[in-house]
T-cell receptor, first 113, second 113 residues
Framework: DAGVIQSPRHEVTEMGQEVTLRCKPISGHNSLFWYRQTMMRGLELLIY????????DSGMPEDRFSAKMPNASFSTLKIQPSEPRDSAVYFC???????????FGPGTRLTVL | GQQLNQSPQSMFIQEGEDVSMNCTSS?????WLWYKQDPGEGPVLLIALYKAGELTSNGRLTAQFGITRKDSFLNISASIPSDVGIYFC?????????????FGGGTRLMVKP
């Protein structure tokens, strides 16, 4: 199995630009999670999907953040407009029905200048 | 909401020494998971615990699910340089929160050869 795939691995952008992070979950997994990791706040859950439907987005910081899951094999996290405080590592994780273990992707390191 | 207190925040030990870290919570968890994150990578699951009192080993790693269901510990015996990384505990709560994991702040382990 290829595991959770995220792209890009690194993104450097300027303040105000739109950023789109991509995730392909493990095939057959029906839950997908987006996390943000910073030194100050650790791992924070932003949003999670079950069967492509957003279930809990209470962790999304503000309206500049949006996430979609158009099908079972693809999800995006978009930041528009980006700000320097959005700089962090963003992880995608997926999980199979009936399991509790989440499998993480390698992350996208975002730097907003 | 649920919170996990993980300690210590960091450890700097000599190769060959044993390591112990723990997580405590003010609320009950039904599942405890321990992850390790290598530099530049996503967290990888080490051990999963599903029952109070459960003691599970994975090679040199041993983890236990506390009897009160509010704590868990992870021990690493005879540490080696490749044990370096950040170790996270994660708990799954009961009821509606069961689809999400709450993560501890992490224990950064450094091993001196």
């Amino acid at each position: 199995d290829a595991g959770v795939i995220q792209s890009p691995r690194h993104e450097v952008t300027e303040m105000g630009q739109e950023v789109t992070l991509r995730c392909k979950p493990i095939s057959g997994h029906n839950s997908l999670f987006w996390y943000r990791q910073t030194m100050m706040r650790g791992l924070e859950l932003l949003i999670y999907f079950n069967n492509n439907v957003p279930i809990d987005d209470s962790g999304m910081p503000e309206d500049r953040f949006s996430a979609k899951m158009p099908n079972a094999s693809f999800s995006t996290l978009k930041i528009q407009p980006s700000e320097p405080r959005d700089s962090a590592v963003y992880f995608c994780a997926s999980r199979s029905t009936g399991d509790y273990e989440q499998f993480f992707g390698p992350g996208t390191r975002l730097t907003v200048l | 909401g649920q919170q996990l207190n993980q300690s210590p925040q960091s450890m700097f030990i000599q190769e060959g020494e044993d390591v112990s870290m723990n997580c405590t919570s003010s609320s009950i968890f039904n599942t405890w998971l321990w992850y390790k994150q290598d530099p530049g990578e996503g967290p990888v699951l080490l051990i999963a615990l599903y029952k109070a009192g459960e003691l599970t080993s994975n090679g040199r790693l041993t983890a236990q699910f506390g009897i009160t269901r509010k704590d868990s510990f992870l021990n690493i015996s005879a540490s080696i340089p490749s044990d370096v990384g950040i170790y996270f505990c994660a708990g799954r709560g009961p009821g509606g929160a069961g689809n999400m994991l709450t993560f501890g702040g992490g224990t950064r382990l450094m091993v001196k050869p």
